[in-house]
């Protein structure tokens, strides 16, 4: 595998009793890029995503990170290699601080997250780190806020900073502007084009504005395998991808559809 491509997947499949979920798939991600996987709803995304990350173990396939297998190992092993991902509902901890949030994070990247018998003083060195990653995603004024009390939009700014905090190489955001109004998902959008200085990114999203704005090159998905890759002005084009993305809409591109929804 050449060095420009930090992932790859090799005839990935994923079987449940029968039923193909993911047929035969073929990723390569280059270094740097912002790369989206999109496609209908059960086209298999997310359930790539399980399989690069181990929550779920692949039929057949390879998974190769920077030239590396790594199919065989799990979860935890594969965070550590630096491949960390967020998830469609947001994953923080809703009576700890935003701080508190950031510093959990911190401990397991330092793998120190099980030192019990330490005093909550002997975390006070984090907090500097703590701080920067918050003002990094625009919550630094929210520090000593208890999570839950943030709006929706801060709670997933408070989960990819929990994210950068375990320094990934190559990060997977699964649907990071699920269930938001405009203005959420323009701040989300300039967050992941900060977020992606110096690594790779590799994204599951619906919104193909989203898409249209940050991403390098998108993988299509339909029923478990690749349609077709490329730009979004050549895959938003490709009437394959109308059919199969907009459904009856086959006279308008998916950036068309966006904006009448």
Avoid at 17 to 45: E, S, T, Y
Avoid at 75 to 103: D, W
Avoid at 190 to 210: D, I, P, W
Avoid at 237 to 255: F, L, Q, S
Wanted: glycine share 8%; aromatic share 6%; charged share 25%.
């Amino acid at each position: 595998m050449s060095e420009q491509y930090v992932l790859e997947t090799r005839n990935l499949v994923k079987e449940f009793k029968g039923f193909v979920a993911v047929d035969d798939v073929n990723l390569k991600i280059r270094k740097g890029h912002i790369h989206a996987l999109i496609g209908p709803n059960g086209a298999g995304k997310t359930t790539v995503f399980n399989l690069l990350t181990k929550f779920l173990i692949p039929t057949r396939g390879q998974i190769l990170f920077k030239g590396k297998d790594i199919t065989p190992l799990k979860s935890a092993a594969i965070a550590r290699r630096g491949i960390v991902r967020s998830f469609q509902i947001s994953a923080v901890f809703p009576h700890m601080t935003a701080l508190e949030n950031i510093r959990v994070a911190l401990q397991t990247a330092e793998n120190n997250s099980y030192s019990f018998w330490k005093s909550g003083a002997s975390l006070n060195k984090l907090n500097q780190r703590c701080m920067e990653l918050l003002d990094s995603v625009g919550l630094a004024e929210f520090a000593n806020t208890t999570t839950v009390e943030l709006a929706y939009g801060r709670k997933r700014a408070l989960e990819l900073a929990t994210t950068l905090a375990m320094e990934p190489e190559l990060l997977l955001l699964d649907e990071p502007t699920q269930g938001m109004g405009g203005e959420d998902v323009d701040s989300v959008v300039e967050l992941v084009r900060k977020a992606a200085q110096g690594r790779t990114v590799l994204m599951v999203e619906h919104n193909l504005s989203v898409v249209s704005k940050l991403c390098d090159r998108i993988t299509v998905l339909a029923q478990g395998a690749v349609l077709t890759e490329g730009e979004y002005g050549e895959v938003s084009a490709d009437p394959r991808v109308r059919e199969v993305y907009m459904g009856t809409a086959k006279d308008k591109a998916p950036a068309e559809q966006e904006a009448t929804q």
